[in-house]
């Protein structure tokens, strides 16, 4: 039996692993075929944009989203140019992918032409609108511009950007912890075996994610996916050093490697575990979104986070077991050497240093900590987190939204992306009227299935084109249960702020009508997502300090403790966002955030910053328990500040590593987390906890045992 735990045992799970990554490696290609970034789908059921999309096949043959050809030249369209747009729309109209073609659409000032192709249901967006720009690039005579834009170019740059999610992202993220853990540990080997425990990690989380995707259990999307890399790496990374550090001591008191295994797997076997679940409970939290994207997050998440703690509680003890000391070549912990001294007058290192600072002057440090994490948080009165234009999320060059700017230049904003009403087939004049009466509607037209363009003109329009509806052949408007779809163009571009509230203003004039009839399309869809994540955010916040704090309440037997860091962690998270908020508007003028940042920024920050607190409190507790609680703070930094920040300062990088995908959204939080991160590891959990439970004394643990403990105060 003792060989059996010490060669065999250690063997099948590491062999059982490599099973494991060996068919989940392939899967980090494939997950890209399961995920979607259709934001309407990401809609609840209730939201008016997503009944509008769920019903739109009815009056009309079902389609694909459309990419808006827009072609302009300085100084007015020649002949050529006209010749060419026609020949153009005839090539795009003869592709597989494309179901439609407009007439080519001239612009009043003589200087632009537009053409909307829209495509097949069955298209792969981003494939077709590369084949598309080609066909445009191979059709232009010198001197005329062209670009493709609307939604199918938009979600097509979107694609792209995230193409760097599968090698680029992850290739940044293990590279940074690498470095990091080989200036560390200044050991070759233990960096391998840590990564390795990550990366089967994610091996495993991949495929299966990838199995409930493709059985529609959960759904996936680009910024999803890159949460989840950056997330198995850093956690599994995380508990991974703390078990680490717990071998590393018992192998100075254990002479074989399973004494030691078992030592550390019983100081560390609490922590890693009530860490892990309160992440996985955090995340999970957002399962009370009403917004599917940020629902979707919530099991993908807590998936990923389980086969963390699970490679860390079993990989990782297996790997250090076989290795043993060497594992830790060339500063070998011997048997028997003695344990570093960590508080006292003999103690020497950074961390007896504050130790000291903590024990001399505890109010003083966790009230200039506390008043300066206050001050960064005041940059939150600054934030601008009620959404940003689709042309604004993706960071650098983006065809679609250079495409965008010159449509809105020649052509009513919206052309291409009408906002979308149902109603009653036989109030259709009166809505068509009521539409018509709203400023910023161009121009009104219905969606005719016996049309080649799909829609019908019903009204004369304020002036200017009403889209792909102009030039359609007569017909009439298809009527289904009673409904026709009507189609308002906006005269401002779909993904602007003025075409939101142009929205608003449809739905209060069509309800005065019918008060059944429902507002969808592109705007729509943005305006319904922003107000849902508002929402959200509102609900779910609240959630997860509360449910953490329970956990936090029955891990540590008390009451004022986990009072303690819940309100450091909060104060910590208004630093970070507000620091954010500063940097994101003078340092890179970003427009401005999606409701989304705060929340995400705001479960992870907390979820993994308790994490810390965990790692440090349990450790406090433990040495309370022999040596008194104002002691035991000493000590319990002492032993374990060194393990925790290198754990602060690898997640720190790998979530800054989210920043390399030119996504807006991920670019936030990837500042906002790793900065968070910095601070709870170098400030909140070095300083401020330490300094406030020094001061608290035993009151700290109260109700517990330990708060009515006869140790020397």
């Known amino acids: 039996m003792s060989r059996f735990l010490r060669i065999v045992l250690p063997a099948v799970v590491i062999v059982a692993w490599l099973a494991v990554a060996s068919v989940g490696g392939p899967y980090f290609g494939k997950i ?30 079902a389609s694909g989203a459309p990419a808006i050809v827009v072609l302009e030249r300085d100084g007015g369209l020649t002949r050529s140019d006209r010749t060419a747009a026609t020949q153009l729309a005839d090539t795009l109209g003869d592709r597989d992918d494309v179901q439609g073609v407009s007439p080519v659409i001239p612009s009043e000032d003589g200087d632009a032409l537009e053409i909307v192709a829209t495509l097949t249901q069955s298209a792969e967006t981003g494939d077709a609108v590369e084949a598309i720009r080609t066909d445009v690039d191979d059709a232009l005579p010198s001197g005329l511009r062209g670009y493709v834009t609307g939604p199918a170019g938009f979600t097509a740059d979107l694609t792209e950007a995230f193409a760097g999610i599968d090698g680029l992202l992850l290739g940044v993220a293990l590279a940074a912890v690498f470095v990091i853990l080989i200036v560390v540990y200044r050991s070759p080997l233990l960096p391998v075996l840590v990564l390795g425990t990550a990366s089967f990690a994610l091996c495993a989380s991949i495929l299966v994610v990838y199995w409930l995707a493709k059985a529609d259990v959960v759904t996936v999307n680009g910024q999803v996916q890159g949460i989840l890399s950056i997330l198995v790496i850093g956690a599994a990374t995380d508990y991974a050093l703390l078990y680490t550090a717990r071998y590393r001591e018992a192998l100075r008191d254990h002479r074989t490697g399973r004494g030691a295994t078992k030592a550390a797997l019983r100081g560390s076997l609490e922590p890693i575990l009530a860490s892990g679940g309160t992440v996985i409970v955090g995340v999970l939290c957002l399962l009370f979104s009403d917004l599917n994207s940020n629902k979707a997050l919530g099991p993908v998440a807590a998936i990923g986070i389980a086969f963390s703690l699970l490679a860390a509680l079993t990989l990782l003890p297996a790997l250090l077991l076989a290795f043993r000391r060497a ?45 300066g994490l206050l001050a960064m948080g005041a940059g939150l009165f600054g934030l601008r987190a009620d959404g940003v234009p689709q042309s604004d999320l993706v960071i650098g060059a983006s065809q679609a939204r250079d495409g965008q700017d010159v449509l809105a230049d020649h052509f009513p904003g919206g052309s291409g992306s009408p906002a979308q009403v149902i109603g009653s087939a036989a109030r259709q004049d009166a809505l068509v009227r009521a539409i018509s009466d709203v400023d910023g509607v161009d121009g009104v037209t219905a969606a005719a299935k016996d049309s080649p363009s799909g829609t019908v003109p019903v009204s004369g329009a304020r002036g200017g084109t009403t889209g792909a509806g102009t030039g359609g052949s007569p017909g009439e408007p298809t009527v289904s249960r009673g409904d026709v779809l009507l189609e308002a163009t906006l005269a401002d571009p779909a993904d602007s702020a003025a075409a939101e509230q142009t929205v608003r203003d449809l739905r209060t004039a069509v309800e005065r009508v019918d008060p059944d009839a429902i507002v969808g399309g592109v705007t729509a869809t943005a305006l319904d997502t922003n107000d849902t994540g508002i929402r959200d955010r509102s609900v779910i916040i609240p959630i997860v300090l509360v449910v953490i704090l329970l956990i936090l309440m029955l891990l540590l037997r008390s009451i004022v403790a986990p009072l303690v860091l819940i309100g450091s962690v909060i104060v910590s998270f208004a630093a970070a966002l507000g620091v954010g908020a500063l940097v994101f508007d003078h340092v890179f003028h970003f427009p401005g955030a999606d409701p989304s940042v705060p929340l995400y920024s705001f479960v992870f920050l907390v979820a993994l910053g308790v994490d810390y607190n965990i790692f440090l409190m349990t450790r406090v507790r433990e040495e309370a328990l022999l040596h008194g609680p104002r002691e035991g703070v000493l000590r319990g930094l002492g032993v374990t500040g060194g393990v925790i920040t290198s754990a602060g300062i690898v997640l720190a990088a790998t979530f800054a590593a989210l920043g390399v995908i030119p996504i807006l959204f991920l670019a936030q939080i990837a500042f906002v987390v790793a900065f968070g991160v910095l601070l709870d590891t170098v400030v909140v959990r070095s300083l401020l906890v330490p300094a406030l439970t020094y001061e608290l004394g035993r009151r700290a643990w109260w109700p517990s045992r330990l708060s009515r403990a006869a140790h020397h105060m």
Do not use: M, Y
Request: some cysteine.
């Open 32 to 61: 890209a075929d399961v995920s979607t970034n259709d934001q309407t789908s990401f809609l609840p059921a209730s939201a008016d944009a997503t009944k509008v999309q769920e019903r739109a096949a009815e009056f009309r043959q």
């Open 327 to 371: 594992a830790f070549w060339p500063l070998r912990p011997a048997h028997g050497s003695a344990h570093p001294v960590v508080t006292g007058p003999d103690a020497k290192g950074l961390w007896a240093s504050v130790g000291r600072l903590v024990a001399r002057r505890s109010r003083i440090v966790w009230v200039v900590c506390t008043v």
